[in-house]
């Protein structure tokens, strides 16, 4: 029951890593809404495996077939119908051999033994199961959509790769353009600083080197979203981005405009100036993350979501068996992201991206 | 529409700071539970403001007054019908006098501004209104519920004060006991280190002294949660519980285990090695907080929210006349909490309790 | 957990026939709305009990006390400001006694039993607690608040008493009118033909006369609506309407339109024709009771509930000791309604216009 | 944002007739469960179209594919795994041209008029689209499901056609046995009186003859139902199989228990006596159709759903055009249905079972 979010604009996306397919449906898209497969498969293509030596060797093409929801509009683009919409990736590769051996001894980091509780042995693992990281291929269909939607409403979302282990990128802008968000994402590696970019690709690769793995932040970012936008207290924008990005796997914090930070800073710094400069009123620096009493304020959207390392590395660990009150030693054989971190980042784009589609569409029922 | 969470368990908060009264109604709670009205007013007691220096001024009994949902079971004891419960909590002491002239001029840092473009002006907030953090109160009075009915089945939850500005108490040990949560509680200051109370305590009464005031992090941790507790993907725990924490007036920010610092880890640091001890399958560290694929793992469920600076300060601030285009410059009269994280401990555990709960009455189907 | 419902307006109401309070919690009433409670009160003083020898003797004056959410206008007017809503009807007359004696005895007809499984034996059943016909009035007070609400939109929303027993009410006619919604308002028996009425209070009078109750159908029609409201399959504007119209007590039946009588005809007779009227696609009859596919067509919403015959009759029934595993025999003392179904026409009214404000305020998002 | 079921269970129904292909999206079911898949498909076999000179010539197989959720258990069996299970029944017949001139011209009793309101033309309705009743045959998947998962709990789901016309069958005895459902789900026309059954037979043919239609109505009852299933007010078990109910095309009434008819009944005609039996608390008779006060009672759950007769008939109809504003004569060619009650007979069993199953796995939280 928790693979869905959105109340208005349904989205659940479903499949397991060794399974025949993985997709998502989208229950609530408007009708007469544009969708341009090439852009799409543009989109998903950023995260996809194997292009890359610091990324999994597994190939998938990961081009969605569409079984309803949208009819032919000629060119590779698509006219959304009102009915549910739902795609399917389907799993090329998988080499389910190579797990078959873990089943018995859970994989530290991983889900294999809160499954095993959960499920009573009835899950299906292989690979991660329905919690692999492949997961976020259909969260990434959703999001392309949810992106080309919102672009046509003038909001744009974008992200960047903030820092693995301690390697960081320069923070986005007060402002940060629709250019921008298109040209990190045409980049090989998705920050704003290259330098940067590649003090953190030598730590992926040292990391790779030593058998290991390590972590990173993103941060995502939507401009042109207007004010008024979300609820009071537990609908408000954070809780409801926090609670999809949350699903994201490997997330384990996320936080808004200057977040932990905040902390950290007295009032006189932390709070946003009002200024009204052409006809609006904005703020002269965006500490809330654009975002006040859970209500975005017309300033950009800001939040970062950290990811820990992979858990699965090539090095010895130490675990359980399940089936015998015994300790075992685990070595993950198989080849597997070093880094999650920078294929992540149209992930948290596409989480945002649907969040805030769906909350437009919820209306902005401050008065009738 | 966003004042309420859960699903099997509702829990809607109701009221403004300056309204007649505030309150929470909780549908779902099961029937035959005691609530032992004295504990879950020292409960209230620990977030009541008034009584301490380090807190605003305003007076409030905050003794809930039950209108559904128990009958009375003697000796200040309470037992739920299974009905919906409503708890009011009158509002005594309303000032609205101080607000009136804020209401053309934004208070940085508040939802003033984006209520006034979400309401079109109609919203009232005296005080903030519904935004206040005094509607932290009917939360903890549904936490404290909450925190009553796990007790009975062995969850303790518990917190503490983890840092203000740059001052850190110690962190939660790797299984924190009941008792130590309940000395923490019964401190006048809500730490486990008290020199680092007192560097915290400093800080804040400088914050005042500047016409200041400072952020802060609670550390929350939910001990004897079972393994298996929670959903793939969005209805994690971690999703849960972030979707409610972000609900909390001031919060910018939550992570869970090693949160943002997993992402500086490698993934043999950061993954929670798996051990045999007294027939239960635990880890030896617990990076990951307790949640593992958004399920729990049966070890200590622990997080951190970060809260920003109180945006009530007495020092001028910049903004904005909302009637003509024009810049403002504001002083907050009244006496206001330099810093809100101390007094939001015990909110931090209402709304985990709550959630916990919430998820445990969902049932945990993985098998039927 | 059963006690709500709505997603953008979420409606929950609480309280027991014998506690304190009952009351509504309305989150999500979009601000700015004035409330004319002069009118509201004359809406609920519709259902009231006691002003009639045909309803029960029980005394209460059902005035609600609004907790939050308004803010004064002037002349019992308020205005809505945003924030969730608080109505609160203090239970004057609360004579228990009458109930104590039966609570071994489960009344037939009436959810004592049902009550006492769910809740195992904790259920507040005096009164018939939360399933008391009483919790009915603060349904009323948040459908009076959604009439007023859509009267600005020009819908309005009536109902009469179709039938009891066997006597029968003339139908509405094609397009009825505000006006003959508010003619039927303001009669002391709320049916279109008042021969028919005499008929069925003579029937109402007999029942009583027997001790013995006997049952009726509400109709109920709302125009104005505008088509396109409504989502297919689940959501349909049925299913909405039909899942709040079955929790009213006493309601066995809803139909749509011809309802139970569409399975006797043919298709040509059934099939409503399409007709251009004054610019507007209209049908020349509305066997469809305004709804095709779960979405409104612009014709007049009609529908109808079935209410059975009111459970507490005064003759002796066969019921069973729970104590024991013995049979026992039951005179439920009091006095009550020898029939629900005339009170129950605002109630019919109330349910209809909340849902339908709920839908509204969700949107209707066929296009974006 | 309507084609979805269900909190715990969530059940989500997906395509268009004349699109690639339609399924159903189940997140929550329980891990563990075994799928007969060709028990199963005998099920799916009792709805699907052109077995008989009854039904549309419409031919499909109608076998579903499952993409995800299950694992292989041999011998046509599968397991689920805990993760959402998708089921894709491919559309093989799809004879798009027979609908291109219907357009502009919307078929009265059919969505089209309000489809084309709500999604502004862009609704694909070739064939009805996602309102056709072709929409019911993965509803079937998944209560077919739902009924092997029950049928082990010992819940025993079945429906006959209870009328067409004004041709009647035998009602279902106080008490049926999963025997008789399994009689009559084998008989070619589900009915419990074979004469009763050639009377409707006969109407239906007539009607075909005629170029017209035919309603009738389906009663189902699902046994062995424990006492203390449902939630007060609009979660009641009435309230949650209506609003799924009502989401099957063409149903325009449902009522349980003894229904409209309770309305003509006297109170002491209409009230169950509770006796003890074997043990346990039961009605003498079962005019509750087993809820009051929307909990279970633990007798048989009992209701009816009005089906309306076929809109599509072959005979001249009145319509409008939609792009002038003038009237049209509608000829609608193919061959259809000239009554769906018949086959909607499992289409309702699936529904009470796919909702009885959801509110199981809900728990009842009476007590913790």
Request: charged share 20%; net charge negative; aromatic share 6%.
């Given at each position: 029951?928790?693979?869905?979010?959105?109340?208005?604009?349904?989205?659940?996306?479903?499949?397991?890593?060794?399974?025949a397919?993985?997709?998502?449906?989208?229950?609530?898209?408007?009708?007469?809404?544009?969708?341009?497969?090439?852009?799409?498969?543009?989109?998903?293509?950023?995260?996809?495996?194997g292009?890359?030596?610091?990324?999994?060797?597994?190939?998938?093409?990961?081009?969605?077939?569409?079984?309803?929801?949208?009819?032919?509009?000629?060119?590779?683009?698509?006219?959304?119908?009102?009915?549910?919409?739902?795609?399917?990736?389907?799993?090329?590769?998988?080499?389910?051999?190579?797990?078959?051996?873990?089943?018995?001894?859970?994989?530290?980091?991983?889900?294999d033994?809160?499954?095993?509780?959960?499920?009573?042995?009835?899950?299906?693992?292989?690979?991660?199961?329905?919690?692999?990281?492949?997961?976020?291929?259909?969260?990434?269909?959703?999001?392309?959509?949810?992106?080309?939607i919102?672009?046509?409403?003038g909001?744009?979302?974008g992200?960047?790769?903030a820092?693995?282990?301690?390697a960081?990128?320069a923070?986005?802008?007060?402002?940060?353009?629709?250019?921008?968000?298109?040209?990190?994402?045409e980049k090989p590696?998705?920050?704003?600083?290259d330098?940067?970019?590649?003090?953190?690709?030598?730590?992926?690769?040292?990391?790779?080197?030593d058998?290991?793995s390590?972590g990173?932040?993103?941060?995502?970012?939507?401009?042109?979203?207007?004010?008024?936008?979300?609820?009071?207290?537990?609908?408000?924008?954070?809780?409801r981005?926090?609670?999809?990005?949350?699903?994201?796997?490997?997330?384990?914090?996320?936080?808004?405009?200057?977040?932990?930070?905040?902390?950290?800073?007295?009032?006189s710094?932390?709070?946003?100036p009002?200024?009204?400069?052409?006809?609006?009123?904005?703020?002269?620096?965006?500490r809330a993350?654009?975002?006040?009493?859970?209500?975005?304020?017309?300033?950009?959207?800001?939040?970062?979501?950290?990811?820990?390392?992979?858990p699965?590395?090539?090095?010895?660990?130490?675990?359980?068996r399940?089936?015998?009150e015994?300790?075992?030693?685990?070595?993950?054989?198989?080849r597997?992201?070093?880094?999650?971190?920078?294929?992540?980042?149209?992930?948290?784009?596409?989480?945002?991206?649907?969040?805030?589609?769906?909350?437009?569409?919820?209306?902005n029922?401050?008065?009738?």
């Amino acid at each position: 029951m928790g693979s869905e979010f959105g109340k208005t604009l349904k989205i659940s996306i479903f499949g397991q890593s060794h399974g025949a397919g993985i997709g998502v449906l989208m229950d609530g898209l408007p009708a007469g809404e544009e969708i341009d497969t090439n852009a799409l498969q543009a989109f998903l293509d950023r995260r996809r495996p194997g292009k890359d030596p610091l990324s999994t060797a597994r190939k998938e093409t990961d081009v969605p077939r569409f079984l309803s929801g949208v009819l032919p509009a000629g060119e590779g683009k698509l006219l959304t119908c009102g009915a549910p919409l739902l795609a399917v990736l389907d799993n090329a590769d998988q080499r389910s051999g190579d797990y078959d051996a873990l089943r018995d001894t859970p994989r530290p980091g991983h889900a294999d033994y809160t499954a095993w509780v959960k499920w009573k042995g009835y899950a299906d693992m292989r690979g991660g199961g329905h919690f692999s990281g492949r997961l976020t291929a259909p969260l990434c269909a959703a999001g392309g959509i949810a992106k080309q939607i919102l672009s046509r409403r003038g909001i744009a979302v974008g992200a960047h790769l903030a820092s693995v282990g301690d390697a960081e990128d320069a923070p986005f802008p007060l402002y940060p353009a629709a250019e921008l968000f298109q040209a990190v994402a045409e980049k090989p590696f998705p920050v704003l600083d290259d330098d940067a970019g590649e003090r953190m690709r030598s730590l992926i690769a040292q990391a790779r080197q030593d058998q290991d793995s390590v972590g990173g932040v993103v941060e995502c970012a939507a401009v042109g979203v207007p004010a008024g936008l979300g609820e009071p207290m537990f609908e408000g924008v954070e809780s409801r981005i926090a609670a999809v990005v949350f699903g994201i796997p490997a997330v384990k914090g996320v936080e808004f405009g200057a977040g932990f930070a905040a902390s950290r800073l007295r009032g006189s710094e932390n709070n946003d100036p009002f200024v009204w400069e052409q006809g609006a009123v904005r703020t002269t620096r965006n500490r809330a993350g654009g975002i006040l009493g859970g209500i975005t304020t017309g300033m950009p959207v800001v939040f970062r979501a950290a990811f820990k390392p992979t858990p699965s590395i090539a090095r010895a660990q130490e675990t359980v068996r399940l089936s015998y009150e015994e300790g075992a030693e685990l070595r993950i054989p198989g080849r597997h992201d070093p880094c999650v971190a920078h294929r992540a980042v149209p992930v948290v784009e596409a989480a945002a991206a649907a969040v805030l589609l769906e909350m437009l569409l919820e209306g902005n029922h401050g008065t009738f």
